[in-house]
C-alpha cells in the first residue's frame, strides 16, 4: 500500500464515547490480538483513509484505534466555498456513509454528501416538496429553474453537494456579493446535458 497525501485540510478522527463503552463481540482471531499488536497493524496501514475504514471495521477495532490520531478530511475547512469538491472525503464518505445493500454495493437510492456528511437520497421526487418551498420563498423570476438545476445536478451524480447544502452554498456566495456564483453542480452543468437528462 503506497503513502497517499491528503492535500486538503484535515481534522482529528473523534470516536463517539458511546461506541468506545460499547462491549465488543469478538468473533475474529484478529481483533483478539493484544492492542499493542493492533498499533502495529495500524502502523502499517499508511492511507489514512484506510486507517479509518479499519478501524470502523469492528468495536473492538474502534476501541484499539482509539489511542492513535488519526486525520479525515476537512471540508469545512478548506475556507472557499467554490473548492468543496474533495476527493478524498468522497472516498472516506463513499467507503463508511454510503448505505449498502444485501452484496454489499452501495446503493443508487443515496448518494453521500460532502458538504453536510450524510448520505442523501438521489431521486428527483424526494427533493420536490423542498423545490416547491424555495420557488415560493425565493423573489427570482428563476427560482423554479434554479431549483432543477440544483436537483438535476445531484441526481446525476454531477455534484459533490445534496440540493439542500449546494442552495446554502449557493446564498453564501450571493451574500458575500457573488452575483454569480460559480458553484460546481449549478453554473458548469452543461446545459445541453440538463434539457437530455431532465426529460
Not at 54 to 69: E, F, N, R, W
Not at 106 to 126: G, I, T
Not at 187 to 192: C, D, G, H, R
Request: with cysteine; glycine share 2%; aromatic share 4%.
Amino acid at each position: 500500500m503506497k503513502l497517499v497525501k491528503c492535500t486538503h485540510p484535515t481534522v482529528p478522527f473523534i470516536i463517539p464515547k458511546e461506541l468506545l463503552n460499547a462491549v465488543p463481540r469478538i468473533s475474529s482471531s484478529l481483533v483478539r490480538l493484544p492492542p499493542e499488536v493492533l498499533h502495529n497493524v495500524f502502523s502499517h496501514v499508511t492511507d489514512p483513509i484506510d486507517q479509518v475504514c479499519l478501524a470502523l471495521t469492528c468495536k473492538h477495532l474502534l476501541q484499539a484505534s482509539s489511542s492513535l490520531v488519526m486525520k479525515i478530511p476537512s471540508v469545512a475547512k478548506l475556507g472557499d466555498l467554490r473548492m468543496l469538491l474533495c476527493h478524498r472525503m468522497d472516498t472516506l464518505l463513499r467507503s463508511t456513509a454510503a448505505p449498502l445493500d444485501v452484496l454489499g454495493q452501495p446503493r443508487d437510492m443515496s448518494v453521500p454528501c460532502q458538504k453536510c456528511l450524510r448520505s442523501r437520497p438521489a431521486r428527483r421526487s424526494h427533493w420536490k416538496e423542498e423545490g416547491e418551498r424555495f420557488a415560493l420563498m425565493e423573489p427570482r423570476t428563476d427560482a423554479r429553474e434554479i431549483w432543477n438545476l440544483i436537483v438535476l445536478a445531484w441526481a446525476i451524480r454531477y455534484s459533490p453537494l445534496c440540493p439542500a447544502c449546494l442552495l446554502e452554498v449557493r446564498r453564501e456566495l450571493e451574500e458575500k456579493g457573488d452575483s454569480q456564483p460559480d458553484v460546481p453542480g449549478i453554473t458548469s452543468l452543461p446545459k445541453e446535458r440538463c434539457q437530455l437528462e431532465w426529460k
